[in-house]
């Protein structure tokens, strides 16, 4: 549920009162599927997100770049973060002799998670990020390998894109689940939080949100079709489907109530 009450002071009182009531009916849908069945996985995943050194040292330096007015602060970048370690955990499982390089990949899908969305709202943001994350990063205890893989994994984040293809497994994997990740966010979180977020952003009247409530659903439907993990292509379809019976649910409530 909501906890951020510095985010929640960039609202008007209406969209306030949205993200409140939205997530009031959210409270009633079921958890999606990926959050019940991998609950071990997510825990080992939040835990170090929030307890190893690096993490912990890039969360505060972006801290201060993190558009949250936006919908897409660290609230949005820590839950992509969490995700796209817990992904990494779950796919590395099929390839050999990842034990000891296992946690590492998990920082490093934590660390594009913090940084994948810090030029959010300006133009090729993803491009823009995946060049400052290299910057940002160079004086960090990494390898340079490791660098690229996540600037190749924030480069590839847009959705609707062709993504390029990211260096040896570990960088593909790496990429491939910072996506999903970002993406899971386009089911529950897209309707309690982000959408009222972007129309408060960008003083979209609620008539206007209204009236495209329905156009922004079927939107939102066509993300299934694009999961590039095999966990994010059987656990993200459920997410968005879940979040879609939410927005319908939103919807009823606002032609009701405006
Ligand atoms: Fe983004
Ligand atoms: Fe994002």
Redesign the pocket.
């Given at each position: 549920m909501y906890n951020s009450h510095t985010e929640l002071s960039a609202l008007s009182p209406l969209y306030r009162k949205l993200v409140l009531e939205s997530q009031r009916i959210a409270a009633r849908f079921r958890v999606p599927e990926f959050y019940r069945q991998f609950r071990v996985q997510y825990s080992i995943s939040k835990k170090l997100f929030f307890a190893h050194p690096l993490v912990v040292y890039v969360k505060n330096l972006v801290r201060p770049r993190l558009v949250d007015s936006f919908g897409?602060g660290l609230d949005h970048s820590t839950k992509v973060g969490i995700d796209a370690a817990t992904i990494v955990l779950l796919e590395a499982e099929k390839y050999a002799n990842v034990s000891d390089r296992l946690e590492r990949l998990m920082v490093l899908g934590e660390i594009a998670g913090l940084l994948?969305?810090i030029h959010?709202g300006k133009e090729n943001?993803?491009e823009k990020g995946a060049e400052s994350a290299r910057k940002i990063l160079k004086p960090f205890p990494l390898k340079k390998r490791e660098v690229n893989w996540i600037s190749c994994a924030i480069s590839n984040?847009?959705a609707f894109r062709v993504p390029s293809p990211c260096p040896l497994p570990w960088g593909q994997l790496l990429s491939d689940a910072l996506y999903d990740a970002?993406k899971f966010r386009w089911g529950p979180d897209n309707f309690t939080k982000t959408v009222w977020f972007m129309v408060n952003y960008k003083s979209i009247p609620l008539g206007e949100v209204v009236e495209k409530f329905p156009w922004g659903i079927n939107g939102i439907l066509k993300i299934k079709e694009t999961f590039r993990t095999s966990i994010g292509q059987q656990f993200g379809p459920d997410i968005i489907d879940v979040g879609v019976e939410i927005g319908k649910e939103i919807y009823r409530y606002l032609l009701g109530e405006y």
């Open positions: 897409h994948h969305d959010r943001h993803a984040h847009e970002d």
